[in-house]
C-alpha cells in the first residue's frame, strides 16, 4: 500500500459525500431555507451574534474544532495498524461526525443560538436539560486544561515558539479591525496571513536575543499566562480577536496539509505499517485496549467528537449569517477534519513500525516488544533531537511529516527547521480550540448561573461576561497549573464520544420534529446507536480493568467514579429522549409540525 492511493481514494469519497449526502441531508432530513433571519441577524449585538462571511465562519469553526484530536488520535491508533484508523476516519466522519456536526448547528440556531444544554431542556424536558449542561461543563473543563497541557511541551522553554504563537493575536485583532471598518475580506485575508507568515519564519530569529531571553517561559509561568489570554478570547467581542484569529490560524492548518498531500505525490511514501497488527485484541504499549472500542474513542475529532456540539452551539450558531452556510460549515468542517486525520494517520504509518513504537512507548516497555528501531538514530540525527519515548503523539506526527520531506533532496537540510515548525503548528492548531472552548464555557456558566441569577444569562451584559469568563478560565487553569488533569486525562476519550452521542440524541429529536419522513430520523439514530454502545463498552473495560483493578497501572477509584457518573449522566439522557421520540412517533404529523411553528 502506498500513500498516494489512501490520499486520492479519501479526497474522492470526501468530496463526493459532501456533495450527495451533505446536500440531502441538509436540504431533505433537515429542510435547510433562506426564508428567516438566523440568529446573528435576529439577536445582532456586536460582540456575540454578528452576522459573518460564510468563509471567515468556516475557518473559525474548522480552526475551533480541529484541534489535538485529528492530530494525536490517528497517530496513537496507528497501534492496531492504518486500516481500522482509516475506515473509522472516513465512514465515521460521513455518516457521524459530519451528521452531528451539521444538526447540533441547526437545533442551536433553531433555539436562538442557545447551548445545546438549553435545546434539550426545551426538546426534552429539564432532567436532560440538567444532565447535558453539567456533562458539558465537566468535559469542556477537562479538555481546555488537557489541550493547554499539551501547549505547555510546545512552548516550554521555547522562546521561537512562544514568539510564533503570540503574534497571532495582535495580528488578528488588526485583521478584525480592518475588516469590520473596509469590509473588504480578501485585502484583509492577505495581509493577515502575509503577517502571520512573517511572524512564524522570524521567530528562530530571535533565539539568543534579549527578547527571546524574555520570552523563555517554564511551565508554570506559562500556566498562568494561557488562562489569562483565554479570558480575553472569551470576553472580548467574536468579531475583534477570536473570529479572524481561528480564520488566519485555519489558513496555517490546512496550508500544512495541502503541504502534505503535495509532499506525498512528489515522495510516494511507502506504508510500512501492515492493515492489521497484532495489537488488535489488546495489549499493546500505547493503548492498552482492543481495537474495538477503543479505535473509535482514540480517533474522536477527525471521525465524530462531543466537543464539536460545544462549538456547534456556542459560538459558530451565533455567527451564520444565511441557514444555507451550514452545510459548508457544519458538514463540509468535519469532512476537511476528517482528510486531516488521514494525512495524520499516513504520517505515522509510514514511518517503520519499530521506530514509531520507539517513540511512542517508555523505553523500559518498547524493550519488551522484541524490537530494534530501524531508522530512529538517523531521525534523531537529523532533527537534532532524541525521539525516543516521546510519547502522546505530537512528536510522532512531527517526525512522520518530516520524514516524509525528507524524500525530496533539498529538504533534507532542512529537518531540523521543519520540524520545530510543525510543532509550533500543532500548538496554533490546539490554542485556536482552547480560544472557542472557554467562550463556550463562559456561555454554559451563564445559563447554569442564570437559573439562579437571571441577569447573567444575557450574553451581552458586561458584568456577567466578565464573572462567567474568569471563572471558566480559573476552572480549567486550576487544573493545568496543579497538574491534577493528568489523574483523570484518560477520561477524556470516553466522555468526549459520550458527548457526542447526547449530540446525536438532540439530532434524532430534531429531525422527528422537522423532516417530512420519520424514517429519516435513522440519519441521526444508526451513528448514536453504534456510539452509545461503543462508549458504555469502553467505559465498562476501563472501569474493570484498569480503573479499579488494583494490579493495573492507572488504578484509580476516582477515575473509576467520575466513568460511572459520567455514563449515568448519558443514560439519563437517552431514556428521557425514548419518551420523548415515543410521543413524536405517535404523534399526527400536522400536530408535530405544529409543536414547532
Known amino acids: 500500500m502506498n500513500a498516494i492511493t489512501i490520499v486520492i481514494g479519501s479526497i474522492c469519497i470526501l468530496m463526493i459525500s459532501y456533495r450527495l449526502y451533505g446536500i440531502f441531508f441538509t436540504k431533505k432530513v433537515l429542510k435547510i431555507k433562506d426564508d428567516t433571519p438566523t440568529p446573528a441577524h435576529a439577536l445582532e449585538d456586536g460582540k456575540d451574534y454578528v452576522p459573518t462571511n460564510k468563509w471567515v465562519t468556516f475557518g473559525h469553526h474548522f480552526a475551533a474544532i480541529a484541534a489535538a484530536g485529528p492530530l494525536v488520535g490517528p497517530i496513537l491508533a496507528a497501534q492496531f495498524g492504518y486500516l481500522p484508523g482509516l475506515l473509522w476516519l472516513l465512514i465515521g466522519a460521513v455518516i457521524g461526525g459530519a451528521v452531528h456536526d451539521a444538526v447540533v448547528l441547526f437545533a442551536s440556531m433553531r433555539h436562538g443560538g442557545k447551548s445545546l444544554s438549553e435545546v ?34 510546545a512552548l516550554e522553554r521555547n522562546p521561537w515558539g512562544t514568539f510564533a504563537v503570540g503574534i497571532t493575536i495582535p495580528i488578528a485583532m488588526l485583521v478584525g479591525i480592518a475588516y469590520r471598518k473596509t469590509g473588504n475580506l480578501i485585502v484583509t485575508s492577505t495581509v493577515g496571513f502575509i503577517l502571520l507568515m512573517i511572524g512564524v519564519f522570524i521567530g528562530p530569529l530571535i533565539q539568543g536575543t534579549a527578547f527571546g531571553d524574555f520570552l523563555t517561559f517554564d511551565r508554570d509561568t506559562l500556566a498562568i499566562i494561557l488562562p489569562i489570554y483565554a479570558f480575553f ?12 484569529r481561528d480564520y488566519l490560524s485555519s489558513f496555517m492548518k490546512i496550508g500544512v496539509f495541502i503541504a502534505l498531500i503535495i509532499g506525498v505525490f512528489f515522495v510516494n511514501p511507502a506504508i510500512q505499517f501492515p492493515p492489521l497488527t497484532e495489537f488488535i485484541h489488546g495489549g499493546g504499549p500505547v493503548i492498552a485496549g482492543p481495537v474495538w472500542p477503543f479505535v473509535s474513542i482514540t480517533i474522536a475529532c477527525g471521525a465524530i467528537s462531543g466537543f464539536h456540539a460545544f462549538v456547534g452551539s456556542g459560538t459558530t450558531p451565533k455567527m451564520i449569517d444565511r441557514w444555507e452556510d451550514i452545510r459548508i460549515v457544519g458538514f463540509g468542517a468535519m469532512l476537511v477534519e476528517s482528510l486531516v486525520g488521514v494525512m495524520a494517520l499516513i504520517a505515522a504509518t509510514a514511518l517503520h513500525p519499530a521506530d514509531y513504537f520507539a517513540i511512542n512507548s517508555a523505553p523500559a516497555v518498547f524493550a519488551t516488544l522484541g524490537m530494534e528501531p530501524v531508522h530512529l538514530q538517523a531521525l534523531s540525527q537529523s532533527i537534532g533531537m532524541d525521539l525516543e519515548g516521546r510519547t502522546g503523539g505530537a512528536v510522532t506526527l512531527a517526525v512522520g511529516m518530516t520524514d516524509i520531506f525528507t524524500g525530496i533532496p533539498w529538504f533534507a537540510e532542512l529537518s531540523s527547521y521543519f520540524y520545530q515548525f510543525v510543532i509550533m503548528f500543532e500548538a496554533v492548531f490546539i490554542l485556536t480550540a482552547i480560544d472557542a472552548g472557554t467562550r463556550v464555557a463562559r456561555y454554559l456558566i451563564q445559563d447554569f448561573g442564570g437559573n439562579v441569577y437571571k441577569p447573567l444569562k444575557r450574553t451581552n451584559w458586561v458584568p456577567g461576561t466578565i464573572f462567567a469568563s474568569a471563572l471558566a478560565c480559573f476552572m480549567w487553569g486550576y487544573l493545568l497549573y496543579s497538574g491534577d488533569i493528568s489523574s483523570i486525562w484518560v477520561l477524556f476519550g470516553v466522555s468526549n464520544q459520550l458527548m457526542a452521542a447526547i449530540g446525536l440524541v438532540c439530532g434524532v429529536t430534531m429531525v422527528l420534529k422537522v423532516a417530512d419522513k420519520r424514517i429519516y430520523a435513522l440519519t ?74
Not at 453504534?530 to 476516582?558: D, E, Q, R, S
Open 524 to 597: 441521526c439514530f444508526i451513528p448514536l446507536a453504534y456510539l452509545y454502545i461503543t462508549v458504555n463498552v469502553a467505559g465498562y473495560w476501563m472501569i474493570k480493568n484498569v480503573y479499579w483493578n488494583p494490579a493495573a497501572a492507572g488504578f484509580n477509584m476516582l477515575n473509576g467514579i467520575l466513568s460511572v457518573i459520567m455514563l449515568m449522566l448519558g443514560f439519563l439522557i437517552v431514556l428521557t429522549a425514548f419518551k420523548k421520540w415515543a410521543q413524536l412517533w405517535k404523534s399526527p404529523k400536522f400536530l408535530v409540525a405544529q409543536s414547532t411553528s
Open 120 to 153: 434539550m431542556k426545551e426538546e426534552l424536558g429539564p432532567i436532560a436539560g440538567f444532565c447535558t449542561g453539567l456533562a458539558m461543563l465537566f468535559i469542556i473543563t477537562i479538555t481546555m486544561a488537557g489541550l493547554s497541557m499539551v501547549v505547555l511541551g
Open 233 to 244: 478570547a472569551a470576553a472580548l467581542p467574536v468579531w475583534l480577536l477570536l473570529a479572524p
